[in-house]
């Protein structure tokens, strides 16, 4: 709003105050934004585009404005800068004003400060998680044994989840998936399944397709399972801070919302990828492990490589190319995802008792040649609503190789960099196709990988970036 219009004035909002709007249909918090110029008379607003579908608003509205109850809870945060433990009465009143949209950015970057690195004990964690569950909406399913996994992230390309739900649920298991979608990367789950099918799904939709195929393959943001997370990890990532209490926290709150009793967590380890140590991966683990527990559920943890990323594609579409081809048994599939899928299932077979230990790898792999794994995607994919052809870009630009040598070197985050920059996820087409992996032999001019994007602009505003920053890929030239 105008900084000199009568409502600014007489409430003295000023940049980045808290203030309630209020239509006739719907009253949100918003954060407001100060203008000095004439694009809005003294009696108009502008709302973003999420506030306008939030107020279900339209043109010709009167508006109310009203500063925004203060978020009490603010005073533990407070109390946590300097020294005081989060009970569970704090980490109860801090979710919920968090989930109400009563924490301003600067009020969420001072909590996610105030659990940096490992400033969280053993009990503020599980207060934390329980608060995350507690604040939103709880599956419950009729079977004694719900599978579920996790990834820690960090590594481009790791779609694994499509191939592992269809492997699982192929066997009969119940693994009803919840996904997030990409914040600061180049896709999640959910972004890359959306290519595919419908994941958009209310919570009598998941259970309907559920009860018919076993599982599902659905955005948790749809059905409000831990919803303060998404907002905190928007956060925790714009400030570059990882929280291991945090972390723990939204993993195992969006598992036991989920209704979940059993789940995988896949720890990658690499200089590059979220978890750069085994030290690190080992006291995750047993926190993951130790959380779980008091919320009932069971977790087993898994340590793989995070050097380099997954399959060859980075974004939406690129990605769903490479699930089809796993879930299909084409030749060309990369050897990688399928392996890293059929470990992941066969572990979660174990832990359902559908195998013996060590035997679970030999049946995802029978379940996956035989096409029972690809007709049960197929039939997911029908369930929630229809299977889709992924969408392909416009614009193509191939990276080639400036020396000879073998490849020593892939930076995951300068790779996931360049797959956003190009457009992904908002646009499901671009991304990033991978040629090489570490230890290959290149020669001059041999192609390292393509981008895709959308517009030349966006295509134009990655390579920029790359030449800017050429250490993506390094390659160490032969001695001879």
């Known amino acids: 709003m105008r900084k000199d219009c009568y409502v600014c004035r007489s409430e003295g909002f000023n940049a980045h105050a808290r203030v309630s709007i209020s239509t006739q249909?719907?009253?949100?918090?918003?954060?407001?934004?100060v203008v000095s110029n004439d694009s809005l008379s003294h009696q108009e607003v502008g709302l973003s585009e999420s506030a306008w579908h939030r107020l279900e608003a339209q043109d010709g509205d009167k508006?109310?404005?009203?500063?925004?109850?203060?978020?009490?809870?603010?005073?533990?945060?407070?109390?946590?800068?300097?020294?005081t433990r989060f009970s569970d009465n704090a980490s109860h009143h801090i979710i919920r004003d968090i989930t109400q949209g009563l924490y301003s950015d600067i009020q969420l970057a001072a909590f996610v400060t105030s659990c940096a690195g490992d400033r969280l004990n053993t009990d503020e964690v599980i207060g934390l998680t329980k608060a995350m569950v507690d604040a939103g909406s709880h599956l419950n399913w009729e079977s004694d044994m719900v599978m579920d996994k996790h990834c820690v992230g960090g590594l481009p390309g790791n779609r694994t989840t499509p191939?592992?739900?269809?492997?699982?649920?192929?066997?009969?298991?119940?693994?009803?998936?919840?996904?997030s979608r990409g914040i600061t990367s180049p896709a999640g789950t959910a972004d890359t399944m959306e290519t595919l099918a419908p994941v958009n799904l209310t919570i009598s939709q998941v259970r309907s397709v559920v009860e018919k195929e076993g599982g599902c393959i659905a955005w948790g943001g749809?059905?409000?399972?831990?919803?303060?997370?998404?907002?905190?990890?928007?956060?925790?990532?714009?400030?570059?801070?990882?929280?291991?209490?945090?972390?723990?926290?939204?993993?195992?709150?969006?598992?036991?919302?989920?209704?979940?009793?059993?789940?995988?967590?896949?720890?990658?380890?690499?200089?590059?990828?979220?978890?750069?140590?085994?030290?690190?991966?080992?006291?995750?683990a047993d926190k993951l492990i130790s959380t779980g527990a008091v919320l009932g559920l069971k977790v087993e943890t898994i340590f793989s490589d995070g050097q380099q990323p997954v399959g060859r594609g980075i974004g939406p579409s690129l990605e769903a190319r490479d699930i089809l081809l796993t879930l299909q048994n084409k030749p060309?599939?990369?050897?990688?995802?399928?392996?890293?899928?059929?470990?992941?299932?066969?572990?979660?077979?174990?832990?359902?008792?559908?195998?013996?230990?060590?035997?679970?790898?030999?049946?995802?792999?029978?379940?996956?040649?035989?096409?029972?794994?690809?007709s049960k995607f197929q039939a997911i994919c029908e369930g929630q609503g229809g299977m889709r052809i992924p969408p392909t870009a416009t614009y193509k630009h191939e990276v080639i190789a400036d020396r000879a040598g073998v490849v020593c070197?892939?930076?995951?985050?300068?790779?996931?960099?360049?797959?956003?920059?190009?457009?992904?996820?908002?646009?499901?087409?671009?991304?990033?196709?991978?040629?090489?992996?570490?230890?290959?032999?290149?020669?001059?001019?041999?192609?390292?990988?393509?981008?895709?994007?959308?517009?030349?602009?966006?295509?134009?505003y990655t390579l920029d970036f790359l030449n800017e920053h050429p250490g993506a890929i390094q390659i160490e030239e032969d001695v001879l």
């Open 25 to 33: 249909r719907k009253t949100i918090i918003a954060t407001v934004n």
């Open 63 to 83: 508006a109310y404005f009203h500063h925004a109850k203060p978020a009490e809870s603010m005073s533990y945060v407070r109390g946590k800068l300097h020294g």
């Open 163 to 179: 191939i592992v739900v269809a492997i699982v649920t192929a066997a009969g298991l119940t693994m009803p998936k919840t996904s």
């Open 222 to 284: 749809s059905v409000s399972l831990s919803p303060a997370d998404d907002i905190l990890i928007r956060v925790e990532r714009a400030l570059d801070l990882d929280s291991e209490g945090q972390l723990v926290a939204s993993i195992i709150s969006k598992k036991v919302a989920a209704g979940s009793t059993h789940a995988l967590i896949d720890i990658p380890i690499g200089l590059t990828a979220k978890v750069r140590t085994l030290d690190y991966a080992e006291t995750l």
């Open 332 to 374: 060309d599939a990369p050897q990688d995802l399928r392996q890293r899928s059929l470990i992941i299932a066969g572990k979660i077979f174990e832990m359902g008792g559908i195998t013996v230990k060590n035997q679970g790898i030999s049946l995802a792999e029978k379940i996956l040649l035989s096409g029972q794994a690809w």
């Open 409 to 460: 070197y892939i930076n995951n985050r300068l790779i996931s960099k360049l797959a956003k920059l190009a457009g992904a996820p908002a646009s499901p087409a671009a991304g990033l196709d991978m040629h090489i992996r570490l230890s290959d032999r290149v020669e001059l001019g041999m192609p390292l990988f393509d981008l895709y994007a959308q517009s030349s602009g966006e295509l134009q």
